[in-house]
């Protein structure tokens, strides 16, 4: 009897847990899910061409690793400086969806460019301004989710977005694994693939999204932020910002990701899978993670991200075989879940809301300058002493993270 009591109880639990997942996914505004359609259509995309850039770079157009990674990090950092300006003019006016979708837009109009690049300075600038797209529109896109979300459902929100988002970076590849088998590994005309899911993202952002109305009165001209409001932002925060740059010092461009798996033997057509292994859990992880950082600590779910990063860059720098690349980008997925959107939740909760999309906007930028430099570095080891040493360094980064974090004692409950 007492069995058959605990098994009742058992599946009582577990479809009470259901329930209350799928709740909270029903209380989640129609806005929050139409941010994150836009995401995934943007990054299928976005990562078609990405899974392929890489590759065509090194082989098509002759690039270097020390090239490569300098090109991916001066994107990124690219995108970051962009997102403080975009940020600040977006509490300035105190608009988020203009600016969304001016960046998405900006960003869809440079697909084209990558199938008809015939030299690097082609990709380079394709790359950089796809990238100042993504700095415009992503401090007001997060600003926007946290005016659309209820205050207890924040993590959850932050965690759907991430999922849809990764659920895009997962077809993308895909889509380049079958039409690269289609079209014989003729690069440039799967790359025009990525034009289309681009300029949908762009029409279901202006139909599908509309921009909250503020509940307060329209600021006054000596009331305008400027940026220096800055300086108004909390110690707290700030830490935050200091997190995540020592987290993205540790996680480099994922192009490398791609090129480990080239290195070991992939061949040239199914190099896109490492980047759909790598957001299928990315996905399958990120919502579950946000709606656990509404709960638990968020220490303990950043050192299980740091965690398994090490984890990812130990199978990475020992890899020998196109299968054990492929388990390494799983644990790089698994740890993107657990770390991306809950720093972004903790950007959230520790800024004025007055101030949210700077907030967002200064995070962004600082980690962007991080990532520029973990990217040159990662490319300068490869070039110097193989690819095993930048995985080795990356795991080295992680693992200082991880440090700092056990020695952090917050005053409150994270």
């Known amino acids: 009897m007492k069995n058959t009591a605990s098994m009742k109880s058992s599946r009582t639990g577990r479809h009470e847990q259901g329930a209350s997942t799928r709740g909270i996914y029903r209380k989640l505004p129609e806005g929050i899910w139409m941010l994150g359609f836009v995401s995934m259509f943007m990054d299928t995309s976005s990562e078609l061409v990405h899974s392929l850039l890489p590759v065509f770079m090194a082989t098509v157009l002759g690039a270097s690793m020390a090239t490569i990674g300098i090109v991916e990090g001066l994107a990124e950092a690219a995108a970051a400086v962009t997102k403080v300006f975009s940020g600040v003019i977006s509490d300035y006016f105190g608009k988020r969806k203009f600016l969304a979708v001016a960046g998405y837009a900006l960003s869809a ?18 790359r950089f301004v796809d990238r100042i797209g993504k700095g415009i529109r992503g401090a007001p896109r ?41 079209l014989a590994d003729d690069i440039k005309a799967v790359l025009w693939i990525a034009v289309l899911p681009a300029f949908l993202a762009v029409v279901l952002l202006i139909a599908g999204v509309r921009e909250p109305r503020s509940p307060e009165p329209a600021a006054g001209p000596e009331d305008r932020l400027t940026i220096m409001d800055i300086k108004l932002l909390p110690l707290r925060y700030w830490l935050i910002v200091a997190l995540g740059a020592v987290f993205t010092l540790a996680r480099f461009s994922e192009a490398f990701l791609i090129l480990r798996a080239r290195d070991v033997g992939l061949s040239m057509g199914l190099v896109p899978a490492v980047m759909m292994v790598m957001n299928v859990f990315y996905s399958l992880f990120a919502y579950p993670a946000g709606a656990a950082a509404d709960r638990f600590s968020a220490r303990t779910l950043l050192l299980f991200g740091i965690g398994v990063l090490i984890l990812s860059d130990i199978v990475l720098a020992l890899a020998a075989s196109p299968w054990t690349a492929f388990l390494g980008a799983a644990f790089w997925g698994l740890h993107m879940a657990f770390t991306q959107g809950l720093l972004a939740k903790l950007v959230a909760d520790n800024a004025p809301a007055r101030l949210c999309a700077t907030a967002f906007g200064v995070f962004h930028l600082v980690s962007g300058g ?44 994270e």
């Not at 109009?109 to 394709?126: N, Q, S």
């Not at 205050?151 to 970076?169: H, I, K, M, T, Y």
Request: net charge neutral; aromatic share 14%.
């Open 109 to 126: 109009l440079t697909k084209p460019v990558f199938p008809l690049a015939e030299t690097m300075g082609w990709v380079f600038g394709a």
């Open 142 to 182: 997060d600003a926007l989710v946290v005016e659309i979300a209820p205050l207890e459902l924040r993590g959850a929100a932050f965690g759907l977005r991430q999922a849809l988002d990764s659920v895009g970076a997962f077809i993308g590849p895909m889509l380049a694994v079958v039409f690269m088998i289609w």
């Open 370 to 413: 991080a990532l520029l430099l973990a990217s040159a570095v990662a490319g300068s080891l490869w070039n110097a002493f193989g690819a095993p040493a930048t995985f080795i360094a990356g795991a080295f980064f992680a693992a200082l993270a991880a440090t700092g974090l056990l020695f952090y004692r917050p005053k409150v409950r």
